[in-house]
């Protein structure tokens, strides 16, 4: 068989089939047989070597595959879920705070006295705090997008399709926990 192969140019079509497939994987594969049949390797243990190479490159892929969808999930519920719940759950803390740290009523001359904490007026308030949040989750967004696009596909750019959903979604669950939180804990704000 490696006798006809050589006599009639055979490793000149193994070669030339890859010109007809497109695969840099089946290029370098025939470029290997090739090379062993020229070396005069046995073609049966050539094709079984590849074949088990192919099948192990395979299962490498396959890994490689599942942890960079790992990655992406990963990257996904970090912007959509986790930072809205904890923008939401800390905006509500600002509120009630605010709420109550003005409600005191504390006497000046205590205050200069003895303690060692000072109260002051609070001068933030809670609608800069939301809009922070609300500016920070887009941006976490827009950032996360292109990060889902850099690990998934290679490229920043294929993650611009991203930024739409995450903005909307991570906003939409910014609200609805702060919603959630006021009417169960709203007893809090008096």
Do not use: W
């Not at 192919?54 to 959509?80: E, H, K, P, S, T």
């Not at 705070?97 to 005191?104: C, D, G, I, K, R």
């Amino acid at each position: 068989m490696i006798e006809y192969i050589r006599e009639r140019g055979g490793t000149k079509a193994l070669l030339d089939m890859t010109q007809r497939i497109r695969s840099e994987r089946l290029s370098k594969t025939m470029e290997l047989v090739v090379s062993g049949l020229r070396s005069g390797g046995e073609l049966a243990s050539l094709l079984e070597q590849t074949a088990r190479n192919l099948r192990q490159q395979g299962l490498v892929d396959g890994r490689i595959r599942a942890n960079v969808m790992m990655y992406v999930i990963f990257v996904f519920a970090a912007v959509c879920f986790g930072a809205p719940l904890l923008f939401g759950l800390g905006t509500f803390l600002v509120e009630v705070l605010t709420m109550n740290l003005q409600a005191l009523d504390v006497p000046k001359t205590a205050l200069t006295t003895s303690m060692p904490i000072s109260f002051s007026e609070v001068s933030l308030g809670i609608h800069f705090v939301i809009r922070y949040s609300v500016v920070f989750l887009m941006t976490s967004s827009v950032l996360g997008s292109l990060i889902l696009g850099l690990i998934y596909k290679g490229k920043e750019r294929d993650g611009i399709k991203f930024i739409p959903i995450l903005v909307a979604s991570s906003l939409a669950i910014f609200f609805l926990i702060r919603f959630t939180i006021r009417n169960m804990l709203g007893g809090l704000l008096g």
